[in-house]
């Protein structure tokens, strides 16, 4: 069965804490992306990795850091620099990174108190 | 500056009629449009998309029309049913490369019973 996880589904952080949300695939996809949505709003793009071991920033990368050292992995940090971290995270990947159609994994809402 | 526009958030229709949700690009490089459905909590699922050589593609009770003259693509449904409401959103590419996929801001269809 395959296809994209991400967890935990909720997570909450206190102000000043680096956190940590995972995603997974299954897919063999070599791109993975990061996205945000906040209220009201479009996804805005993160962070991409096209390929192992290289990514590269995205919209609206401040504040935030990735790891690509699996191909089937690509965690996102959410680190204390992120001015307004609160907001529904969603992990994708796709085939490579041209347009190949980007399938997306549940999400992650994060709440900073 | 918003590159995909969806200027309707919202949108209501009876069970059994025609859904068309719009939207608005101002990019003219553009070549490569998707439709996704996010239902709440969870990642957007694609639905269905379109080449700038066409101008429709179907599936199933899916339409989407492309006028690129206009910069404006639709997507219609046809016909409506209550497990279609949900949010969906426009996006649209150009060319290749992992960091070019424009999302809009997103469509509440709510389908009444």
């Known amino acids: 069965d395959g296809g994209i996880t991400q967890s935990p589904k909720y997570l909450f952080r206190k102000e000043g804490q680096n956190v940590t949300l995972s995603c997974e695939q299954n897919?063999?996809?070599?791109?993975m992306y990061w996205y945000r949505q906040d209220p009201g709003q479009g996804l805005r793009l993160i962070y991409y990795s096209q390929i192992v071991n290289d990514f590269q920033k995205g919209d609206i990368a401040e504040g935030y850091s990735v790891s690509r050292e699996k191909k089937e992995s690509f965690p996102l940090t959410v680190t204390s620099a992120q001015k307004n971290p609160t907001a529904f995270y969603l992990c994708a990947s796709s085939l490579s990174g041209s347009t190949d159609t980007q399938y997306f994994g549940p999400g992650t809402r994060l709440t900073v108190l | 500056d918003q590159q995909v526009k969806q200027n309707s958030p919202s949108l209501s229709v009876q069970e059994g009629r025609i859904s068309i949700l719009n939207c608005d690009y101002t990019n003219s490089m553009f070549d490569y449009f998707l439709w996704y459905k996010k239902y709440p909590a969870e990642g957007p699922t694609f639905l269905i998309s379109i080449s700038s050589i066409k101008d429709k593609n179907e599936d199933g009770r899916f339409t989407v029309f492309l006028n690129k003259s206009a910069k404006h693509l639709s997507l219609h449904i046809v016909p409506s049913q209550p497990g279609d409401s949900a949010v969906y959103f426009c996006?649209?590419?150009?060319?290749?490369?992992?960091?070019?996929?424009?999302f809009g801001t997103g469509t509440r269809l709510t389908v009444i019973p």
């Open positions: 996006a649209a590419s150009a060319g290749t490369g992992a960091n070019n996929l424009f």
């Open positions: 897919l063999n996809h070599d791109a």
